[in-house]
């Protein structure tokens, strides 16, 4: 090739590759504390931007993979999402970020609630089923190990899934085990049940293939 020209490519090259780089005014901002990171996106350009946000977490408490939607007025920066990670869990995340001029409103909440929960037959045909309770630390341990391992599961929150409650209290009787003094996380492999989960790391390997 004619080292002139040679040379004229790569010019064109590394301005193409600058100049994208200078158009990239909406971009995600990083926060690290002590405890948490926040995370933030930084609207540079001179007009409004509306943004979606989806984290994908990995040894963070589950509330970090809530999709978010937001409006970043001109040159400013919004909090987007606050991320807390697990005690004794390796943490990190990747994210998807879409920008649109105007925002699009979604009906999150709604789209959630209308979501018809699956009936009790197929949680019974499930292989792992984990069940949980709000605020259990060591309920989001357990699964952020799952998902860490990539092991298929199904998650039953007790406190909302009042149906598959009553599952729950079935396979408790069929174990003869006390209802009054139920511990958290329980799990179900192939409709039978396991007593509280004491040592996380030893139920997961044992679920690995």
Request: with cysteine.
């Given at each position: 090739m004619n080292p002139l020209l040679k040379q004229i490519i790569w010019l064109f090259f590394f301005s193409t590759i600058s100049s994208y780089a200078q158009t990239k005014t909406v971009y995600l901002v990083e926060e690290k504390l002590k405890k948490r990171t926040i995370i933030y996106v930084q609207n540079d350009s001179p007009q409004d931007r509306s943004v979606f946000l989806k984290i994908n977490p990995t040894g963070y408490r589950r509330s970090a993979q809530r999709p978010i939607i937001k409006n970043i007025p001109a040159n400013s920066k919004a909090q987007m999402q606050v991320l807390i990670?697990?005690?004794?869990?390796?943490?990190?995340?990747?994210?998807?970020?879409?920008?649109?001029?105007?925002?699009?409103?979604?009906?999150?909440?709604?789209?959630?609630?209308?979501?018809?929960?699956?009936?009790?037959?197929?949680?019974?045909?499930?292989?792992?089923?984990?069940?949980?309770?709000?605020?259990?630390?060591?309920?989001?341990?357990?699964?952020?190990?799952?998902?860490?391992?990539?092991?298929?599961?199904?998650?039953?929150?007790?406190?909302?899934k009042t149906r598959y409650r009553e599952y729950l209290?079935?396979?408790?009787?069929?174990?003869?085990?006390?209802?009054?003094?139920?511990?958290?996380?329980?799990?179900?492999?192939?409709?039978?049940?396991?007593?509280?989960?004491?040592?996380?790391?030893?139920?997961?390997?044992e679920l690995l293939p």
């Amino acid at each position: 090739m004619n080292p002139l020209l040679k040379q004229i490519i790569w010019l064109f090259f590394f301005s193409t590759i600058s100049s994208y780089a200078q158009t990239k005014t909406v971009y995600l901002v990083e926060e690290k504390l002590k405890k948490r990171t926040i995370i933030y996106v930084q609207n540079d350009s001179p007009q409004d931007r509306s943004v979606f946000l989806k984290i994908n977490p990995t040894g963070y408490r589950r509330s970090a993979q809530r999709p978010i939607i937001k409006n970043i007025p001109a040159n400013s920066k919004a909090q987007m999402q606050v991320l807390i990670p697990l005690a004794d869990v390796e943490s990190s995340y990747t994210y998807s970020l879409v920008i649109n001029d105007e925002l699009e409103s979604i009906d999150i909440e709604r789209s959630k609630t209308s979501k018809k929960e699956a009936p009790l037959s197929s949680i019974m045909k499930a292989e792992v089923i984990i069940f949980t309770r709000k605020n259990c630390e060591k309920c989001e341990r357990l699964t952020a190990k799952l998902d860490k391992n990539h092991i298929k599961y199904r998650e039953v929150n007790i406190d909302t899934k009042t149906r598959y409650r009553e599952y729950l209290w079935e396979l408790l009787d069929n174990s003869k085990y006390n209802k009054n003094s139920v511990g958290v996380p329980l799990s179900a492999i192939n409709g039978e049940l396991n007593y509280p989960i004491d040592d996380i790391d030893k139920f997961v390997k044992e679920l690995l293939p």
